[in-house]
């Protein structure tokens, strides 16, 4: 079978999602990678320079947040965020590698900024339709992200659960936090 750069490359990222959903970046080798995608490792080095390289376009991720219009939601856009996030957690395996974000942001530099460029590229231009002062965008989505990150690492790393504090609550509670986030004076 005729091999060329385009299929090999789409290859490598698609063996790369899978290797870092499965393990993490951490345990994720540049050899398994390689392996999966039936290509020699220095294919790896080649085409992305490193594994933080494989990893920062593997881990391209698209939130697809909801389109959301405050009006139309009567102020309860904190309640349409926190509910679409805990849909993309819980979600299927294609979410895997948002989970792994996660879960390395905080000892793996690679991961760390690949989520803060997701955050400040969808998150933030979010929050800039939404608000008029366009100033306060950078605080309002950092606070944001506080709630949306946090409620992740408590749940998904930490696994920390109470009883009492259904999806429904947690949405109802934590909603009404981002919505003071992005609508009320600072």
């Given amino acids: 079978m005729a091999r060329n750069a385009t299929d090999t490359r789409a290859r490598l990222l698609h063996s790369a999602r899978k290797q870092f959903a499965l393990n993490g970046f951490e345990r994720t080798t540049v050899r398994a990678i390689a392996s999966e995608a039936g290509v020699n490792a220095a294919m790896v080095m080649r085409y992305f320079g490193s594994k933080e390289g494989i990893f920062a376009e593997a881990a391209e991720i698209d939130l697809a947040l909801p389109k959301i219009d405050a009006g139309a939601l009567g102020g ?16 299927p395996e294609s979410d895997d590698l948002l989970r792994v974000l996660i879960r390395s942001a905080a000892t793996n530099d ?3 900024d690949r989520m803060r460029s997701i955050l400040d590229g969808q998150v933030m231009t979010m929050i ?4 008029e002062d366009k100033t306060s965008v950078p605080a309002r989505a950092g606070l944001v992200a506080t709630q949306i990150l946090g409620l992740a690492f408590c749940r998904y790393v930490l696994e920390l659960t109470q009883p009492d504090l259904t999806d429904e609550r947690t949405i109802r509670i934590l909603g009404a936090t981002i919505d003071r986030y992005i609508f009320k004076p600072l």
């Avoid at 856009?77 to 957690?89: D, M, N, S």
């Avoid at 800039?128 to 608000?131: I, K």
């Fill in 76 to 91: 309860e856009v904190g309640t349409a965020l926190i509910r679409h996030f805990l849909k993309r957690w819980e979600g």
């Fill in 110 to 112: 690679a991961a760390r």
């Fill in 128 to 131: 800039g339709e939404l608000v």
